[in-house]
């Protein structure tokens, strides 16, 4: 299903979907993109280089309540943890934070299904749109990825100018499309045209940096390399490349309360954190930044691989354009390319 939407049927678009739902869009605070509860939908900003976080916080919250407990003598009464009922749409949402949310899917269904996550994501609608302009630190293209791939979502937009390009990509999708087809057009031949020359005119700009088979192929052989030594030192091991990461899932879970009732939380961990493996008797296996450091790339290009054959890893580049130390995770994977033989 192609359609055609008027830039200015937007905003009626989205204040239909909005019955049902509750729109999750990117707006513009300050200088800085960020997704956002929306009612104003002229605040909506469908055209943006990156946001600075992706949305992944609407299906994986920073910190969420599990469950709260109360004593009774020795009756333990348990409350599960209840989501929100009303359905999230996210809209505007880039390619590659679209692809992580599948690489989430797999690890949360894993050998233990988070019921939490998946009422979430079940429960929520995903529109996304092509990356017109890549910001200087994207890698989509290296890591098997593009910016306009709209695999794992239900509706995608491409913006060609005056108009919305708009593509039908789940059963869901379609019938929201369908049950608002006053709003579209069908899209012709020369409309089809002009998107396949914007992904070409696009993909030029995100040229490949690095061949990720012969990463992924020297991962095993540079475990105990030196250049762990070289890369990791700039390192502060202040987390924020996790933070922002699309993928990263890291958690902790703490309890909160009295002898008499609490609550059980978890909140966002990273492997960047010097106390993230320290154990309760006082070691840690990963005191230092080259083994954390190291433990991250394994994790996204090695570990990942083994255990879901994907990478973990969507060249989104927010690692890199917010790192404060100046790390450049293309730098470390263009290393790791050439082999050990080039310590």
């Given at each position: 299903?192609?359609l055609i939407l008027k830039k200015e049927k937007l905003k009626e678009f989205l204040e239909q979907l909005s019955k049902n739902y509750e729109i999750i869009a990117p707006?513009?605070?300050?200088?800085?993109?960020?997704?956002?509860?929306?009612?104003?939908?002229?605040?909506?900003?469908?055209?943006?280089?990156?946001?600075?976080?992706?949305?992944?916080?609407?299906?994986?919250?920073?910190?969420?309540?599990?469950?709260k407990y109360k004593f009774s003598g020795k009756d333990v009464e348990i409350k599960p943890a209840e989501v929100e009922k009303k359905p999230k749409a996210i809209v505007g949402?880039?390619?590659?934070?679209?692809?992580?949310?599948?690489?989430?899917?797999?690890?949360?269904?894993?050998?233990?299904?988070?019921?939490?996550?998946?009422?979430?994501?079940?429960?929520?609608?995903?529109?996304?749109?092509?990356?017109?302009?890549?910001?200087?630190?994207?890698?989509?293209?290296?890591?098997?990825?593009?910016?306009?791939?709209?695999?794992?979502?239900?509706?995608?937009?491409?913006?060609?100018?005056?108009?919305?390009?708009?593509?039908?990509?789940?059963?869901?999708?379609?019938?929201?499309?369908?049950?608002?087809?006053?709003?579209?057009?069908?899209?012709?031949?020369?409309?089809?045209?002009?998107?396949?020359?914007?992904?070409?005119?696009?993909?030029?700009?995100?040229?490949?940096?690095?061949?990720?088979?012969?990463?992924?192929?020297?991962?095993?052989?540079?475990?105990?390399?030196?250049?762990?030594?070289?890369?990791?030192?700039?390192?502060?091991?202040?987390?924020?490349?996790?933070?922002?990461?699309?993928?990263?899932?890291?958690?902790?879970?703490?309890?909160?309360?009295?002898?008499?009732?609490?609550?059980?939380?978890?909140?966002?961990?990273?492997?960047?954190?010097?106390?993230?493996?320290?154990?309760?008797?006082?070691?840690?296996?990963?005191?230092?930044?080259?083994?954390?450091?190291?433990?991250?790339?394994?994790?996204?290009?090695?570990?990942?691989?083994?255990?879901?054959?994907?990478?973990?890893?969507?060249?989104?580049?927010?690692?890199?354009?917010?790192?404060?130390?100046?790390?450049?995770?293309?730098?470390?994977?263009?290393?790791?390319?050439?082999?050990?033989?080039?310590?």
């Amino acid at each position: 299903m192609e359609l055609i939407l008027k830039k200015e049927k937007l905003k009626e678009f989205l204040e239909q979907l909005s019955k049902n739902y509750e729109i999750i869009a990117p707006v513009k605070e300050g200088e800085l993109i960020n997704f956002k509860s929306v009612k104003d939908f002229t605040k909506v900003v469908m055209t943006y280089q990156k946001s600075i976080k992706s949305p992944k916080e609407f299906l994986f919250p920073q910190c969420e309540e599990l469950y709260k407990y109360k004593f009774s003598g020795k009756d333990v009464e348990i409350k599960p943890a209840e989501v929100e009922k009303k359905p999230k749409a996210i809209v505007g949402i880039h390619p590659c934070d679209a692809v992580a949310i599948k690489i989430l899917d797999k690890l949360f269904g894993w050998d233990y299904k988070d019921e939490l996550y998946f009422e979430r994501r079940n429960n929520t609608l995903l529109i996304s749109i092509t990356c017109n302009t890549p910001d200087w630190s994207c890698f989509c293209t290296s890591v098997e990825g593009t910016p306009y791939d709209a695999d794992g979502t239900d509706i995608h937009f491409t913006d060609t100018g005056e108009t919305y390009y708009i593509e039908g990509k789940s059963e869901k999708g379609k019938q929201i499309l369908q049950d608002n087809n006053n709003l579209f057009t069908e899209a012709k031949k020369e409309d089809k045209d002009k998107v396949e020359k914007i992904k070409k005119e696009i993909m030029e700009q995100v040229p490949v940096k690095f061949d990720i088979k012969k990463v992924t192929e020297n991962m095993d052989c540079i475990f105990d390399s030196k250049l762990w030594d070289r890369i990791s030192v700039k390192c502060i091991h202040c987390g924020a490349c996790a933070y922002l990461c699309p993928t990263c899932h890291c958690f902790d879970i703490n309890d909160e309360g009295n002898y008499e009732e609490g609550k059980r939380i978890r909140c966002w961990d990273a492997c960047m954190f010097g106390h993230f493996t320290k154990m309760a008797g006082g070691h840690n296996p990963r005191e230092d930044e080259k083994t954390r450091y190291r433990q991250r790339i394994f994790h996204k290009f090695n570990y990942y691989i083994k255990n879901f054959d994907t990478i973990s890893c969507v060249g989104c580049g927010r690692c890199i354009a917010e790192c404060p130390a100046g790390m450049d995770l293309v730098k470390t994977l263009q290393l790791i390319e050439k082999g050990a033989e080039h310590e």
